[in-house]
């Protein structure tokens, strides 16, 4: 029996379970040995294989720029935070003004794509920290959350990777992450259900006090459509 028998054969021995055997993305030691541009090359050739299996005709004009189109949008966009020259430098400042309750960015737009099916999932973060003397740029805190996106994932890894990195930038344990997606492997197949949505949060440090959390929730849960 063949690897690929072998990994039918697991894939359907879990079914729609979602496993994630890690927090850390499943990543191999050579993967950054090929460039980008040889990446977009291997891809290239392995989708137009996937295409004419499928019977699709790649000499039509609509379909045979599909391949490079596939491959460039994996490595350029919407899998980058595969790499880590592209996390965002996230620097912490001194927190002058003595700013001492909770900050929080809300509705922060999440585009990932499911590790088991590679379909998107996509929804809103919710994140926040309580500042022990430093402060963050508010547009680093979403572009935290849009690198760790930016790869094949499984929510409950994504959102503690995103307090993982919080946390370090800030030094502090008192963070917290709430994320809320739908995920159209659920939506567009299998069970096929367009309504429901999945929740993961993460409550670390002083956002464990059932108290802190509470005010947290209430304010992500506020209208502040401008």
């Not at 990932?112 to 099916?117: I, K, P, Q």
């Not at 309580?130 to 760790?148: A, C, E, H, P, Q």
Request: proline residues 3%.
């Amino acid at each position: 029996m063949d690897n690929l028998e072998l990994d039918k054969i697991t894939a359907d021995e879990l079914g729609e379970d979602h496993i994630g055997t890690s927090e850390l993305t499943p990543i191999r030691d050579d993967a950054f040995e090929l460039s980008d541009a040889e990446k977009i090359e291997v891809i290239q050739e392995h989708f137009a294989k996937i295409m004419h299996t499928l019977g699709l005709d790649l000499t039509d004009d609509s379909l045979k720029g599909t391949p490079y189109r596939v491959a460039k949008m994996f490595v350029k966009e919407i899998f980058n935070g595969l790499d880590p020259k592209n996390k965002p430098v996230a620097r912490a400042f001194s927190n002058h003004y003595e700013y001492s309750d909770m900050v929080i960015e809300k509705n922060i737009q999440v585009t990932s794509f499911c590790e088991h099916h590679f379909l998107p999932f996509i929804g809103k973060a919710h994140v926040a920290y309580i500042s022990t003397g430093k402060v963050i740029g508010l547009s680093k805190i979403n572009r935290l959350v849009d690198y760790y996106a930016r790869r094949p994932q499984v929510q409950e890894r994504l959102t503690l990777q995103i307090a993982d990195a919080l946390a370090d930038a800030m030094g502090t344990d008192d963070v917290a992450v709430f994320i809320d997606s739908k995920h159209l492997c659920v939506s567009t197949r299998g069970i096929r259900d367009i309504s429901s949505s999945t929740i993961t949060s993460e409550f670390r440090g002083a956002f464990k006090n059932k108290d802190i959390q509470q005010k947290f929730i209430d304010f992500i849960k506020t209208d502040t459509d401008l």
